[in-house]
């Protein structure tokens, strides 16, 4: 992560809840990344914001309440990132740009990952949270992915791209984040092979 992204990452919660609320997001989301979300107590959150346990609830109902507004804060700043990148697309030199794509997002990772590494094993076994999701982050993202490779369609004209869109779009989603997790743990990085497999799923190699 480069010092600049730290910084902005550091300031996320206060510029989103300045005072006392962003507070308890930033130490809430230190907790949580430490002990995980069922280890981690609103006693320790307290302790880290240096108030008594009882002053967290005049801000947050509880550990869900804390958890759903740090999706609403880092989740939709990450969101926003991601698209405001995917927008500068042109489909000029769509090998370039697609492993441009690769590396923002594996930054991306390493700014954002705490969050990541929390959702991920909660949202199958709870519905709320899940929603929060789906909601804040992955359906606004599809929404802006897919204008944009409609109009990268059209720049390099795919054949019954309408027709194959939806399923094309999935796949190339499963790709990277499949593949963004395996470098994680593989420790490698095979983004120009990626690139290539990316391309040919969104039938952008066409002549």
């Known amino acids: ?67 759903k507004a740090l999706i609403r804060v880092v989740g939709t700043a990450a969101r926003d990132e991601a698209l405001a990148f995917i927008a500068g697309i042109k489909g000029d030199d769509i090998r370039s740009e697609v492993l441009a794509v690769i590396e923002n997002r594996r930054q991306a990772v390493l700014a954002y990952g705490p969050l990541l590494r929390l959702i991920l094993p909660i949202a199958p076994r709870n519905p709320e949270i899940l929603d929060e999701f789906r909601t804040e982050i992955f ?32 796949g190339l989603v499963s790709l990277l984040i499949g593949y963004l997790a395996t470098s994680v743990f593989l420790g490698d990085e095979q983004d120009q092979p990626m690139a290539d497999v990316a391309i040919r799923i969104m039938c952008w190699d066409a002549d």
Do not use: N, W
Request: a negative charge; hydrophobic letters at 40%.
């Open 139 to 170: 359906l606004p993202a599809a929404v802006g992915i897919i204008a944009k490779v409609t109009e990268i369609d059209g720049v390099l004209g795919v054949p019954d791209a309408d027709a194959t869109r939806g399923v094309r779009v999935r």
């Open 1 to 67: 992560m480069t010092d600049a992204k730290q910084r902005e990452f550091d300031h996320l919660f206060q510029e989103a809840e300045p005072g006392r609320k962003g507070q308890i997001l930033e130490c809430a989301m230190s907790v949580f990344d430490e002990y995980g979300y069922d280890a981690g107590s609103m006693r320790e959150i307290a302790s880290r914001v240096g108030v008594r346990e009882s002053a967290l609830y005049r801000h947050f109902a509880g550990k869900e309440a804390i958890l």
